[in-house]
């Protein structure tokens, strides 16, 4: 049964660019939604919560489809700063309530 | 800020050896975890620890795994018997509330040799 699934990329993309990234989990019961950020070899970062009532966070922008089972994150007006691993992370996919983690999606932003 | 830390950064072991891993969590935390990730793949959980015991494990913490909070302040894993494809990056991390989100330390890098 697949859990968290994401695309892997790379996503390259130009700084100033807006990409989003995209992930869907499998249990219907999951309670709790995030996105962490991964850089190379260092530990997962929180970098927002997802509500269904969608959430911004400066240039970040998370939304929740819960009929879907679906996970968004848009990054607008990219930064060089912002090349990383994107984690989709769930609570409870597995009928577990520790975080569930998906395999990421890579951004290299390009100047 | 307070933050989750973690010694040592890295440990070189041989098989068959016992090793531990020390935490410290956010000291007001009250969920503790410890995840893996083998080079190249995802983060995977492998135990959640709450009120002086095991709340969730997974298929990967087996009998040779095992946790401690031998005081207020630290959380061990220790790996009885180590084998070569334990060596990953071990991450603990902590939160103050059930089904939120979870801090994480630096890690330890694992290396069974």
């Known amino acids: 049964r697949k859990e968290v699934e994401q695309d892997p990329g790379p996503f390259n993309v130009p700084e100033g660019a807006t990409v989003a990234f995209n992930c869907t989990y499998s249990?219907?019961?999951?309670?709790?939604f995030f996105w962490y950020r991964q850089d190379c070899r260092k530990e997962p970062k929180l970098l927002m919560s997802v509500y269904s009532s969608g959430n911004e966070d400066g240039r970040f922008t998370a939304q929740l489809n819960r009929a879907s089972q679906y996970i968004s994150l848009l990054i607008r007006d990219s930064k060089l700063s912002d090349s990383a691993t994107y984690l989709c992370v769930v609570n409870g996919d597995t009928g577990r309530r520790a975080l569930t983690f998906g395999s990421g999606t890579r951004l290299q932003v390009q100047p | 800020e307070p933050e989750v830390t973690q010694t040592p950064s890295h440990q070189v072991t041989q098989m068959g050896q016992e090793v531990i891993l020390r935490c410290v969590p956010i000291s007001n935390h009250l969920y503790f975890y410890w995840y893996r990730q083998i080079l190249g793949q995802k983060v995977e959980f492998l135990v959640s620890?709450?009120?002086?015991?095991?709340?969730?494990k997974s298929e990967i913490f087996d009998d040779q795994f095992s946790v401690e909070r031998p005081d207020g302040s630290n959380f061990t894993l220790k790996i009885r018997s180590t084998k070569l494809e334990d060596s990953a990056m071990y991450f603990c991390a902590s939160s103050d509330q059930d089904w939120s989100e979870a801090f994480f330390g630096q890690g330890t890098r694992l290396t069974v040799v």
């Open positions: 620890f709450y009120n002086n015991e095991i709340s969730e």
């Open positions: 249990n219907s019961a999951s309670q709790s």
